[in-house]
């Protein structure tokens, strides 16, 4: 499976309406259409920009930078494109890093994050990366590589604001607790490497700017009672999807705004003064809306009030997220009849393949087209090829659309098998 033989060629030009918007989806979605290709991804990096400029305008003033997170959208058009601004990107895998110098992006724009790194890193003597160590073993097993390759380094803190979301009795399995994180700076210490940044990734969907404050007072406190004074605050991701319900009905972002986390930073810039950057790595909120799985629907079943869409894309495949999220769903062509209680079935012979139940409008039909938007975040990584193989991929890059990955085929799918 590779990307089209000749990209160029098949680019084609999408004149844009607002992006994000139902006719900005609907305009890339159209030419495919006739081609038949569903199922697939849209994913554009106009919502992208546009994401950007509003956080540089809800924190203008402050130094912050912004790291793109690979494992949310592990789009390679994507990190090229982002790579181009001269943007830095946040890796937590080998195959991130790997993905993340193919694109072109130098090691100084790269941030290294994610726990037992010390499995891997430790291939990867390249000069000045930016590494944040997760545990006293990785500090003790890479404290010597970063020392001789001039890595900017920090350490991941555990606060009490870290909690399984799950479970939140139960704490995360990262970071470093205060009696790690003495143990850990003793021993960079004695490696002589500095610790530049105090870093923390509460979790995905963070519900106010209370709980970052809360978790940059806690984390800082142990550090300068450590005696470490880090430069750059490095706050993770974890702003929510502005357009996402949980399937229990709440708004995600209802009690988010980035307003109030502005003037959270600016105090806890004057609380700490010797804090000269912040860093960012939001994932969801920053891509989530750059994309759109596109289905058609393949039959449809009345079963007593409710209607089974069945289409040949859907949660198995395409959206896990599924599973805990509502995502808006337009209609192509756009159908307006009195909505009925519909539940959109995906093409595997799985019950659990349902992308989501809700009334839709009672005229669609097999053959009509489904766009499930804000497809951007944790879809592709989360992707399965269960019974049908991936699907194809299109990218927009602010004026054309083409494919970047075909769909998988079968001989695709035998290859990996050894022996065979
Ligand atoms: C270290 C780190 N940074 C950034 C992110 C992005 O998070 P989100 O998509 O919630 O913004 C994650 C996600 O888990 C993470 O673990």
């Known amino acids: 499976m590779g990307a089209a033989s000749n990209p160029a060629r098949r680019a084609r030009r999408v004149k844009s309406a607002e992006p994000g918007t139902a006719e900005f989806w609907a305009e890339l979605a159209r030419p495919l259409l006739r081609k038949k290709a569903t199922p697939c991804y849209l994913f554009s990096s106009a919502p992208i920009a546009q994401s950007l400029a509003q956080l540089d305008a809800a924190f203008t003033g402050l130094p912050i930078t912004h790291w793109l997170s690979v494992k949310t959208q592990p789009l390679p058009a994507l990190l090229r494109w ?23 992006c130098p090691p100084e724009r790269i941030l290294i994050n994610g726990p037992a790194k010390h499995r891997w890193l430790i291939r990867h003597p390249l000069p000045r990366l930016n590494v944040n160590f997760d545990s006293v073993a990785e500090a003790t097993a890479l404290g010597t590589l970063a020392r ?55 979790r995905s969907n963070v519900a106010s700017h209370v709980d970052y404050l809360a978790a940059v007072n806690e984390g800082l406190g142990i550090l300068t009672r450590l005696g470490c004074q880090p430069a750059v605050l490095d706050i993770g991701g974890g702003f929510p999807s502005p357009d996402v319900t949980i399937r229990k009905g709440a708004r995600l972002d209802a009690s988010f705004s980035l307003n109030s986390l502005n003037l959270a930073l600016r105090q806890i810039r004057n609380r700490f003064p010797f804090l000269k950057e912040i860093w960012m790595e939001n994932g969801r909120w920053l891509s989530g809306r750059s994309g759109a799985l596109l289905i058609r629907v393949l039959d449809a079943k009345q079963r007593g009030v409710n209607r089974n869409l069945i289409c040949d894309g859907g949660r198995t495949m395409n959206s896990l997220m599924s599973v805990w999220e509502n995502h808006r769903i337009l209609t192509l062509p756009e159908r307006s009849a009195t909505p009925c209680m519909t539940t959109v079935n995906g093409p595997t012979c799985m019950a659990f393949d349902k992308l989501a139940r809700r009334p839709l409008p009672s005229d669609l039909r097999a053959g009509d087209h489904l766009l499930w938007l804000d497809a951007g975040a944790y879809h592709l990584p989360w992707e399965t090829r269960f019974s049908h193989g991936l699907c194809a991929v299109y990218w927009h890059d602010g004026c054309t659309l083409q494919q970047v990955r075909a769909p998988e085929t079968f001989t695709d799918w035998f290859r990996q098998w050894r022996g065979s």
């Open 82 to 104: 982002w790579n181009s601004l001269g943007r830095p990107i946040e890796v937590v895998s080998e195959l991130e890093l790997q993905l993340t110098l193919q694109m072109g």
């Open 148 to 202: 001789r390759m001039h890595w900017r380094c920090g350490v991941r803190l555990n606060t009490r604001c870290e909690f399984d979301t799950d479970a939140p009795e139960f704490p995360t399995q990262f970071g470093m607790t205060e009696s790690e994180l003495g143990e850990a700076l003793a021993i960079l210490v004695e490696k002589r490497v500095t610790v530049e940044i105090a870093h923390f990734h509460l």
